[in-house]
């Protein structure tokens, strides 16, 4: 009898083993997915607030030149301009320069922007996940809107939509063609995704040596910034508009 007991007291004491053993195990691995789906979340996340807070460039900028006058203020500048388009691989193709010039030395950058819903950009939609940024012309501070150059081509279209510069994307051609009715009609951009539709001019006061960019941020708006410290770029830039002699600023265009 005493030995049955015992063997009763075994089997219950590794019952007890095996069940707190299993017990031990499933809490392991349910805790190990808890985290590893904390993770996924956290990355998630993090990606989201990146495609909301990221930007691309979308042109460049570099002082040329400047004049100054008895008082030595600067009375003109000249400008160089490069925009980039997107090649086949995605990556940033630079376009060729133009070269502008303009009195004082405050340059505005005026463009159509249009940006859409943060649902889209949160996704990172292969079409609508970055706003969208079309530049029509460079004005100085001195002088109207309207007596600045065309940053368009010479057939009114924005220049990374010209076929010379690769295949132009058929969704922001689109755009490109009903801008006036999207500005004027915002229920119409709705029906696109989009949430503002709207012309914006920014401007900051250049000088040589320095680099300029101008960004499109994802979730809307430009950005006109200058990069710190002196610039390789700008050497490399001034070369090549030195050596190309048919740099011209376009006459303004005043409607795409």
């Known amino acids: 009898m005493q030995r049955f007991f015992k063997m009763v007291i075994a089997v219950v004491i590794l019952a007890t083993i095996g069940s707190l053993a299993i017990n031990i195990t499933q809490h392991y691995f349910a805790r190990r997915n808890e985290i590893l789906r904390l993770k996924r979340q956290r990355d998630e996340l993090r990606q989201i607030v990146h495609r909301l807070t990221g930007r691309t460039r979308r042109a460049e900028l570099i002082v040329d030149g400047q004049v100054r006058g008895s008082d030595n203020k600067v009375v003109q500048t000249t400008l160089l301009w ?20 303009i009195p004082g030395d405050t340059p505005y950058i005026d463009a159509l922007v249009l940006q859409f819903s943060d649902k889209y950009v949160e996704k990172g939609d292969v079409l609508r996940g970055k706003s969208i940024a079309f530049f029509r012309r460079i004005f100085s501070s001195r002088e109207a809107p309207d007596q ?64 300029y960019v101008i960004y ?25 508009a030195s050596e190309d002699r048919s740099l011209v600023a376009q006459p303004t265009t005043t409607s795409p």
Do not use: C
């Open 82 to 101: 490069q925009e980039f388009t997107v090649g086949p691989s995605g990556r940033q193709i630079p376009m060729p320069l133009q070269k502008f010039t």
């Open 148 to 211: 600045g150059a065309s940053l368009l081509s010479k057939h009114g279209i924005p220049r990374v939509l010209e076929h010379r510069y690769g295949q132009p994307n058929k969704f922001l051609t689109g755009l490109w063609r009903n801008i006036w009715p999207l500005l004027k009609h915002p229920h119409l951009g709705k029906k696109m995704g989009l949430s503002v539709v709207q012309g914006e001019a920014h401007y900051r006061p250049v000088r040589p040596g320095k680099l």
């Open 216 to 240: 499109v941020r994802n979730d809307g708006g430009l950005e006109f910034t200058e990069q710190p410290g002196e610039s390789d770029l700008v050497k490399r830039l001034a070369k090549e």
